[in-house]
């Protein structure tokens, strides 16, 4: 694979380009933009988590002033069959948990929208619900595929043998519980209809999908649908696909003929925007007495919607980060009267790497070897099902990471250091994820003034997106930055991929890096050099490029470390430092890319000792349903962190050499907080968050 024509940008700390807009209050979000004649829309949601609406009583809603309309299922304009059921709002009486929306109120304020929402009378057949995930339900079953079209189950050699012979066991579960992912951009969506065109301005990780979604609903031809998503407060998937906002404001600014602005409230987001599902995994580990691993077993179950069937994959972490002759990975899921879970960070790994990164901690400690070494002894150049990796410097990030931590003399006894009231502790783990590429398209234009239009549907959620796309583009040019306009964030400039799988920078810039060679070309060749007064302009798609890669497992890799202190009076736990060393190919934009691993750390360490989401199993709704029931890390938690990269080629990615850094930083973040946590005071906490009271 060629290389990009220059290397002035990729590689060099670049401030973001929007940085100024941002911190001006500059940057227009979903429903920010001023829009004449806008009105507001305010959704109903059902108070019980099964059965079924009987009617809906408007009069009192359309009595408030400034009410204009209320739909319900009995008047909602149809819509189209879509992949997503969950989207399928307003069409039947069914409801299939806490939360879903049965109503909608568009008013001429919010506040009128609000108040009628609250007068709106929901008459419901209720019937009893099932909301609990249990390692015994009997609804669980083994799907054949799982998240991220993954199988369900990898199997080799013979496990119940290897795990027998071996002189060094672990058998353990480990629980995770439900997490929301908290952006600070709720979902939120403007919408209006323009001589048959529909044009929605939405809080979304792909504009590209939400257009492809609105035209299905609403049989539309794509190119009669416009989504933009110029500026996006965060997602962490969960606005990887759309949500149920975009659906209801482009149906409502159809209902009443004006553009409609849908805000979800920080509450809704709760049922209405996703969810990471609880999960509990056994996870068992045989090494011989030299630490050489023979068997992993690793069974996972999680918890889906009765809408649809979606299955954390958290047993595949395993099939990359360790392979012994002996090894099954499987899944189970169950089908609860609950909102449908999502994509949230690191989806499967980082729920997988706490179990399985804490089942290596247990093995450590019961062969009586050091963690850093034991993970070292069991590296792997193949993945479980044999394919060999594109590159891995998961060796070199534990190493270095040990030198930079100071590793070196660790005393492995737990409970054995002290300094004043507190137990000191340190911990390790080891992260990996996926290096994603997706089809994309982009366009460049050259201008005769000698600038640049660069233009891909990426979408900057907060990453850095559209600097890391300008740098790109200006080294496949071979010119200077400043020369480059980059557009991002509209669905009018061709598909793209998901701001999500961390797998935007490597796919966005292919097809960037492929624009703006076949763009220099089509200069020298058609015209001798130089651009004629009306530019010249070309696009690219790298559908068939990706398709003619060679087979790998492509992933990226990285070190976590851990120290904290515990009191052990009270069991509050205060994380001194984190350090997380990665190997993630070519890292385009330092500054960025270490704010990616820092904030996945920091979500990480949120994780370990915070984050959990209460369902109260009698009515199915969430009672820790806002930010302050909802603990999310704040600065005042936030210890110093170091971030590290281990400088890494790899021939097999795509013309950068890039990985994915958005998820990478959390995988395997809670295991190194719960790992040090056992080194601090000898208790093993298997069930996250680590509260105090889990300590005693
Ligand atoms: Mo990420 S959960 O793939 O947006």
Same mark, same amino acid.
């Given at each position: 694979?060629?290389?990009?024509?220059?290397?002035? /940008?990729?590689?060099?700390? =670049?401030?973001?380009?929007?940085?100024?807009?941002?911190?001006?209050? +500059?940057?227009?979000?979903?429903?920010?933009?001023?829009?004449?004649?806008?009105?507001?829309?305010?959704?109903? &949601?059902?108070?019980?988590?099964?059965?079924?609406?009987?009617?809906?009583?408007?009069?009192?809603?359309?009595?408030?002033?400034?009410?204009?309309?209320?739909?319900?299922?009995?008047?909602?304009?149809?819509?189209?069959?879509?992949?997503?059921?969950?989207?399928?709002?307003?069409?039947?009486?069914?409801?299939?948990?806490?939360? =879903?929306?049965?109503?909608?109120?568009?008013?001429?304020?919010?506040?009128?929208?609000?108040?009628?929402?609250?007068?709106?009378?929901?008459?419901?057949?209720?019937?009893?619900?099932?909301?609990?995930?249990?390692?015994?339900?009997?609804?669980?079953?083994?799907?054949?595929?799982? /998240?991220?079209?993954?199988?369900?189950?990898?199997?080799?050699?013979?496990?119940?043998?290897?795990?027998? !012979?071996?002189?060094?066991?672990?058998?353990?579960?480990? @629980?995770?519980?439900?997490?929301?992912?908290?952006?600070?951009?709720?979902?939120?969506?403007?919408?209006?209809?323009?001589?048959?065109?529909?044009?929605?301005?939405?809080?979304? +990780?792909?504009?590209?999908?939400?257009?492809?979604?609105?035209?299905?609903?609403?049989?539309?031809?794509?190119?009669?649908?416009?989504? +933009?998503?110029?500026?996006?407060?965060?997602?962490?998937?969960?606005?990887? +696909?759309?949500?149920?906002?975009?659906?209801?404001?482009?149906?409502?600014?159809?209902? $009443?003929?004006?553009? $409609?602005?849908?805000?979800? %409230?920080? =509450?809704?987001?709760?049922?209405?925007?996703?969810?990471?599902?609880?999960?509990?995994?056994?996870?068992?580990?045989?090494?011989? @007495?030299?630490?050489?691993?023979?068997?992993?077993?690793?069974?996972?179950? %999680?918890?889906?919607?009765?809408?649809?069937?979606?299955?954390? &994959?958290?047993?595949?972490?395993?099939?990359?980060?360790?392979?012994?002759?002996?090894?099954?990975?499987?899944?189970?899921?169950?089908?609860?009267?609950?909102?449908?879970?999502?994509?949230?960070?690191?989806?499967?790994?980082?729920?997988?790497?706490?179990?399985?990164?804490?089942?290596?901690?247990?093995?450590?400690?019961?062969?009586?070897?050091?963690?850093? &070494?034991?993970?070292?002894?069991?590296?792997?150049?193949?993945?479980?099902?044999?394919?060999?990796? *594109?590159?891995?410097?998961?060796?070199?990030?534990? @190493?270095?990471?040990?030198?930079?931590?100071?590793?070196?003399?660790?005393?492995? @006894?737990?409970?054995?250091?002290?300094?004043?009231?507190?137990?000191?502790?340190?911990?390790?783990? *080891? !992260?990996?994820?996926?290096?994603?590429?997706?089809?994309?398209?982009?366009?460049?234009?050259?201008?005769?003034?000698?600038?640049?239009?660069?233009?891909?549907?990426?979408?900057?959620?907060?990453?850095?997106?559209?600097?890391?796309?300008?740098?790109?583009?200006?080294?496949?040019?071979?010119?200077?930055?400043?020369?480059?306009?980059?557009?991002?964030?509209?669905?009018?400039?061709?598909?793209?991929?998901?701001?999500?799988?961390?797998?935007?920078?490597?796919?966005?810039?292919?097809?960037?890096?492929?624009?703006?060679?076949?763009?220099?070309?089509?200069?020298?060749?058609?015209?001798?050099?130089?651009?004629?007064?009306?530019?010249?302009?070309?696009?690219?798609?790298?559908?068939?490029?990706?398709?003619?890669?060679?087979?790998?497992?492509?992933?990226?890799?990285?070190? =976590?470390?851990?120290?904290?202190?515990?009191?052990?009076?009270?069991?509050? $736990?205060?994380?001194?430092?984190?350090?997380?060393?990665?190997?993630?190919?070519?890292?385009?934009?330092?500054?960025?890319?270490?704010?990616?691993?820092?904030?996945?750390?920091?979500?990480?360490?949120?994780? !370990?000792?915070?984050?959990?989401?209460?369902?109260?199993?009698?009515?199915?709704?969430?009672?820790?349903?806002?930010?302050? %029931?909802?603990?999310?890390?704040?600065?005042?938690? $936030?210890?110093?962190?170091?971030?590290?990269?281990?400088?890494?080629?790899?021939?097999?990615?795509?013309?950068?050499?890039?990985?994915?850094?958005?998820?990478?930083?959390?995988?395997?973040?809670?295991?190194?907080?719960? /790992?040090?946590?056992?080194?601090?005071?000898?208790?093993?906490?298997? *069930?996250?968050?680590?509260?105090?009271?889990?300590?005693?």
């Amino acid at each position: 694979m060629t290389t990009l024509r220059t290397a002035a /940008n990729v590689g060099t700390a =670049q401030p973001r380009l929007e940085a100024r807009e941002k911190v001006t209050g +500059q940057a227009l979000y979903a429903v920010d933009r001023p829009l004449p004649g806008a009105v507001y829309a305010w959704p109903v &949601q059902a108070a019980f988590a099964r059965g079924r609406v009987k009617g809906v009583d408007t009069a009192p809603a359309l009595a408030i002033d400034g009410v204009l309309a209320v739909l319900w299922h009995g008047n909602a304009p149809r819509l189209e069959p879509a992949n997503d059921p969950t989207l399928l709002v307003l069409q039947s009486p069914g409801v299939a948990f806490h939360g =879903q929306v049965v109503a909608l109120v568009v008013a001429t304020t919010l506040e009128s929208a609000r108040e009628g929402a609250e007068a709106v009378v929901v008459q419901a057949e209720v019937q009893p619900a099932d909301t609990v995930l249990r390692a015994d339900h009997p609804g669980l079953y083994e799907p054949a595929t799982v /998240n991220a079209g993954y199988v369900g189950r990898v199997e080799k050699g013979d496990f119940d043998a290897g795990f027998a !012979a071996a002189e060094v066991r672990v058998d353990a579960t480990y @629980r995770t519980p439900i997490e929301h992912h908290n952006p600070m951009e709720p979902h939120a969506t403007t919408a209006f209809w323009e001589r048959g065109r529909l044009v929605v301005f939405d809080a979304t +990780q792909s504009s590209t999908t939400v257009r492809d979604t609105l035209a299905a609903l609403f049989e539309l031809p794509p190119q009669l649908v416009r989504v +933009q998503n110029e500026h996006v407060g965060g997602g962490f998937g969960s606005k990887g +696909q759309p949500r149920v906002n975009v659906v209801l404001a482009a149906m409502a600014a159809r209902f $009443v003929g004006r553009p $409609v602005k849908l805000a979800l %409230s920080r =509450q809704m987001l709760f049922a209405l925007a996703g969810y990471r599902t609880p999960t509990i995994q056994r996870v068992r580990l045989g090494a011989d @007495r030299n630490g050489r691993l023979l068997a992993l077993a690793h069974d996972a179950i %999680s918890q889906t919607s009765r809408l649809v069937e979606f299955t954390e &994959q958290s047993a595949v972490v395993s099939r990359v980060l360790y392979n012994p002759p002996d090894h099954v990975t499987t899944h189970r899921v169950v089908a609860l009267d609950v909102p449908p879970p999502t994509w949230m960070r690191a989806p499967g790994d980082c729920p997988g790497s706490f179990a399985l990164e804490s089942a290596i901690d247990e093995l450590a400690i019961a062969g009586n070897w050091d963690p850093v &070494q034991l993970r070292i002894g069991n590296d792997t150049a193949t993945d479980a099902e044999g394919l060999p990796f *594109s590159s891995r410097h998961l060796v070199e990030c534990l @190493r270095h990471g040990a030198d930079l931590f100071g590793w070196a003399g660790r005393d492995p @006894r737990p409970a054995a250091r002290r300094e004043g009231r507190w137990l000191l502790g340190t911990g390790v783990a *080891s !992260a990996s994820f996926p290096a994603i590429t997706w089809p994309s398209t982009a366009t460049a234009r050259a201008t005769a003034d000698e600038h640049f239009e660069v233009a891909v549907n990426a979408a900057d959620i907060g990453t850095g997106a559209r600097t890391v796309m300008r740098q790109i583009a200006a080294d496949a040019l071979g010119c200077d930055a400043s020369r480059v306009e980059i557009t991002v964030g509209d669905s009018a400039i061709g598909p793209a991929a998901v701001a999500g799988g961390s797998m935007g920078t490597s796919s966005w810039g292919w097809a960037v890096t492929k624009a703006c060679r076949l763009l220099i070309e089509r200069i020298e060749r058609d015209h001798d050099g130089s651009v004629p007064p009306e530019g010249v302009a070309v696009s690219a798609d790298t559908t068939a490029d990706i398709a003619a890669r060679d087979e790998y497992a492509r992933h990226a890799f990285g070190a =976590q470390f851990c120290a904290l202190r515990v009191d052990p009076s009270t069991g509050e $736990v205060r994380i001194d430092r984190m350090l997380g060393v990665f190997a993630a190919g070519r890292i385009i934009n330092p500054t960025t890319a270490r704010s990616q691993l820092l904030g996945a750390m920091t979500m990480g360490a949120s994780m !370990a000792l915070m984050e959990q989401t209460i369902l109260d199993p009698r009515s199915g709704d969430f009672v820790t349903s806002d930010l302050a %029931s909802y603990h999310v890390a704040v600065n005042a938690d $936030v210890p110093r962190i170091d971030v590290e990269f281990v400088p890494e080629e790899d021939p097999h990615l795509n013309p950068m050499g890039s990985k994915g850094i958005g998820e990478l930083g959390i995988v395997g973040a809670a295991a190194a907080v719960a /790992n040090a946590v056992h080194h601090a005071t000898g208790t093993r906490v298997r *069930s996250l968050p680590i509260t105090p009271s889990s300590l005693f």
